[in-house]
Structure formats: C-alpha cells, structure tokens
C-alpha cells in the first residue's frame, strides 16, 4: 500500500516561471492538504481539497498560488511567476475522511529552490 | 501569531533517559493534539495525538500529557533510543476547521549513546 507520493522531489524554477508540485494521496483517501514549511519555520497550512472541490483555502497566498484535485488524477499545486520567497519545502498529506480526527499521513515533500 | 510555541529548539539526551518535549498553545478552541516526528528530507511521520477531552494518551515508549488550563502537552518518550533523533513537531486542530494542523516551530531531538 503506497503511501502519499509527490512529485518532483526537487524543483528548481527562475523567477518569473511556474512551478507545478503534484500529490498523489494515499489509495483510499479523498482529502489532501496541502502545507508549506519555510526553513526553521514550522509547517503552515494552506488549503484542503476533497475531490473536484476546495473546502479551505484560508493559508493560500491571495495571488500567483492555486491548487486543484480533479475527479481523476493528482492534486496540483500551482505557483505562477515564482519569487525567491516561495523557495520552501511543500508537503502534501492525505486522509481517509474529514473531521473524523483521522491522522493525516505526509508525502516526502517538492523542495522548491527559486533562483 | 504563533499559536502553537515549542520554545525550545533543541533536545539533548543519552540513550535510554527520558526525553520530555514541550509545547504550549494560545488558542482555546484547539482540541485535538498530535505530535509528528521529522527525519531530513522525509515528510512528517505521525506519533501520537490525544484529544482535549483526555490528560494523557500512551502508545508503547510514548506518553502524551495534556494540561487544559495551562494549555501546554508535552510528549514523553522512554526510553530514548538513538533512532529517535529527529525533529518533533507538535501540531493542533480545532472542530469544524476542516482538521487542518497548525504546526508549531519543531524541537529537534538529539539522543547520545
């Protein structure tokens, strides 16, 4: 049983170029999370998607940031005309069904370097 | 506003003491708790949670308190091991955010032989 897959692993973009991260949840699961973590900080929530729907999307930037989880496929975070701000490490997590207190598995993470 | 504070950054303990991490939160409507260890370049891995409706959830060498009224858990693990090296990140959640996790700003665990 795979767990959360992300991908690319790394990401290099240079200003101005769009950046792409995918999420593949666990088989199963229907509600993925995105969550930056800027280095030495924390992780930060920044939106929560079941399938073809955004349900949260209160920790998104308000431009250049958008994410979508299509009825087939991988959930996508978009990142158009990248900054050297948005270099960070973008995690994704999935779990089986929302409010239920289910723990929420994480992907490895797309390491986003902006130069 | 950081709602969630691991105040300190760094741990260090010898093999097989115990090692206590600490983690105090300002928002009261948080009730569930859940603590995540992190290796370098992995994304987190889920320990533990315990809701605000108990004081103390155990699962094997981990032990997590939870103290309401002073809004502060910490996560208690015995006995370290050196695979515990890693950083530990202490996370909340409140009914009816959708579960999304604030994440507090990690403790990272050293543990010597």
């Known amino acids: 049983n795979a767990g959360v897959m992300q991908n690319p692993r790394h990401l290099v973009r240079r200003r101005g170029q769009e950046a792409r991260l995918r999420c593949s949840p666990m088989k199963g699961h229907s509600h993925v999370y995105w969550y930056r973590q800027l280095p030495e900080e924390g992780l930060k929530f920044m939106v929560y998607l079941q399938k073809e729907n955004i349900i949260d999307e209160s920790g998104m930037p308000k431009e250049r940031f958008s994410a979508e989880f299509p009825k087939e496929g991988p959930s996508i975070l978009r990142i158009q005309q990248v900054v050297r701000g948005d270099s960070a490490a973008y995690f994704c997590?999935?779990?089986?069904?929302?409010?239920?207190?289910?723990?929420?598995?994480f992907g490895p993470g797309t390491r986003l370097t902006v130069l | 506003d950081q709602q969630v504070k691991q105040n300190s950054p760094s741990l260090s303990v010898q093999e097989g003491r115990i090692s206590i991490l600490n983690c105090d939160y300002t928002n009261s409507m948080f009730d569930y708790f859940l603590w995540y260890k992190k290796y370098p370049a992995e994304g987190p891995t889920f320990l533990i949670s315990i809701s605000s409706i108990k004081d103390k959830n155990e699962d094997g060498r981990f032990t997590v308190f939870l103290n309401k009224s002073a809004k502060h858990l910490s996560l208690h693990i015995v006995p370290s091991q050196p695979g515990d090296s890693a950083v530990y990140f202490c996370a909340a959640s409140a009914t009816g955010t959708a579960s999304k996790l604030t994440f507090g700003t990690g403790t990272r665990l050293q543990v010597t032989l």
């Open positions: 997590a999935s779990s089986p069904r929302q409010g239920g207190r289910d723990e929420q598995f």
